[in-house]
């Protein structure tokens, strides 16, 4: 592995860090607050080309690697991971799952505004009896001829509001198991297509997360996703990337955290001295610095893997398993380090806290990571 990042992703890390800066930063504690949802950042990140990062230019992306993604995906997260979660989504859920699976009509007329930014869009894999066991979902997608009739319920589902163009994995022939699963690009104001209230969360409050209904939602035949039967293949690749997404939206709330925990430990004294020069506070510094830095690594690796063309479903289970844990490990002690200022949201740690926890539950949690990586190393 080469270490040494181009010029070009210097100066993608640098705007990211500019734009977190200049955008993100202000407002960020009142968002958290109010639940609301990055509207003006998220625009201007499409308009920066933020939210197609990896599609190629004809379809409106901006072309570049996944290391330059993961480096701008940091960024941003040690900012507002709200912010990161939806740019995550709609970066290596929607968009890399269409331009590599589906078909050159569909990605004229959906992938375009999705990676210019114009639009956003949503992945519609759990339900509310379905999380991990993705197999048992219960939303059908009947063949009628012509069209799908869609029924069922999408639970948790991120930009649920915000998105225009959703996919939704359902079953078409439930007999068949994973290999009757389909996915469909369903749109926003279809008939039958219900957006359920917002979802009030421990953290990353200014994502918005709704369930979604579908009753008879009358879906054409040309919006379904590549081979009859190929929607649950479609969505475990697209996790494969998404991982690396969330894995590197979980290093930047680390990094974060990390960076506000030293600064305080430098300036705040205790028994007449800085408290860093206390062992215990030293040694958390020392333990979050390794431990973010590894997690750096895996997602580089996985993130240079995927842009060789590799198989990622191991890699980048790894990534998420590893990093998530840091975001933790490193929030908490970083409200550790700031003391009774830790506990109050102007110190910015304690949302920090509360954001990382997602990061080990969705697109797979820390346990459905090591089957991952169990059953990858057992073959
Ligand atoms: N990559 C590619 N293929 C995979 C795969 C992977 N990582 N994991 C499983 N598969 C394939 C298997 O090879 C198998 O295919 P074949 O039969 O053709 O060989 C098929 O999928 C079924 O595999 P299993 O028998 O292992 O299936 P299972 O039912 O025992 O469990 C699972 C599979 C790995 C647990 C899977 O259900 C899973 O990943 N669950 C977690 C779901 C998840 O991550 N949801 C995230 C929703 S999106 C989200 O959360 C977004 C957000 O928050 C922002
Ligand atoms: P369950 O599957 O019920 O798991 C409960 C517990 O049991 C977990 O600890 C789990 O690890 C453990 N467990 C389950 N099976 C096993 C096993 N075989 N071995 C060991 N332990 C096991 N989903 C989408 O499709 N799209 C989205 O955009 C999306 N966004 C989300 C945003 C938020 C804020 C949240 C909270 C969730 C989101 N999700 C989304 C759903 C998320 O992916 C699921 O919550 C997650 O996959 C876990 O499923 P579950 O909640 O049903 O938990």
């Known amino acids: 592995m080469d270490f040494k990042l181009t010029e070009e992703q210097l100066m993608i890390q640098q705007a990211a860090r500019d734009f977190a800066q200049t955008e993100l930063l202000p407002g960020v504690i009142e968002r958290d607050e109010h639940s609301k949802f990055p509207a003006d950042a998220v625009k201007k990140m499409g308009e920066l080309g933020f939210l197609g990062m990896m ?15 993961v480096l701008a995906m940091e960024e941003i997260a040690k900012v507002d991971a709200s912010a990161a979660v939806v740019m995550s989504v709609n970066n290596s859920l929607v968009c890399a799952g269409m331009e590599k699976y589906c078909s050159e ?21 759990s339900e509310p009896e379905a999380g991990s066991d993705a197999t048992s ?25 915000t998105a225009s163009t959703y996919l939704v994995i359902a079953h078409t022939h439930p007999e068949k198991g994973h290999k009757g699963i389909n996915a469909f690009i369903v749109e926003k104001g279809w008939a039958g297509f219900e957006i359920g209230p917002k979802e009030k969360k421990m953290g990353i409050r200014g994502s918005d997360t709704h369930s979604l209904m579908f009753t008879d939602v009358k879906v054409p035949k040309e919006n379904r996703i590549g081979e009859d039967g190929f929607g649950f293949a479609f969505a475990m690749n697209v996790l494969n990337g998404g991982r690396i997404g969330i894995a590197s939206q979980a290093l930047g709330i680390a990094q974060g955290a990390y960076e506000l925990a030293l600064k305080y430990a430098k300036e705040r004294k205790a028994f007449k001295t800085e408290i860093i020069n206390h062992q215990a506070i030293a040694f958390k510094l020392a333990d979050m610095a390794v431990n973010i830095t590894a997690a750096r690594m895996l997602c580089m690796k996985a993130a240079s893997e995927k842009d060789n063309g590799e198989d990622i479903s191991i890699s980048g289970a790894m990534a998420k398993l590893f990093a998530s844990q ?51 190393i057992a073959k």
């Open 326 to 376: 840091t975001a933790m490990d490193t929030t908490v002690e970083a409200v550790q380090i700031h003391g009774g200022n830790g506990y109050v949201s102007e110190y910015h740690v304690e949302r920090m806290m509360r954001d990382a926890k997602i990061t080990q539950i969705y697109e797979g949690t820390s346990e459905i990571q090591k089957i991952v990586i169990s059953r990858g």
């Open 137 to 161: 979902q219960k939303t059908t997608a009947v063949d009628m001829g012509d069209h799908y009739l869609l029924n069922g319920t999408k639970n948790w589902i991120t930009n649920g509001s």
């Open 55 to 69: 599609v190629d230019p004809k379809y409106g992306g901006a072309g570049l690697d996944s290391v330059s993604y």
């Open 105 to 125: 009509e569909q990605k004229q007329k959906y992938l375009v505004p999705l990676a210019s930014g114009e639009v956003i869009g949503a992945f519609c894999l």
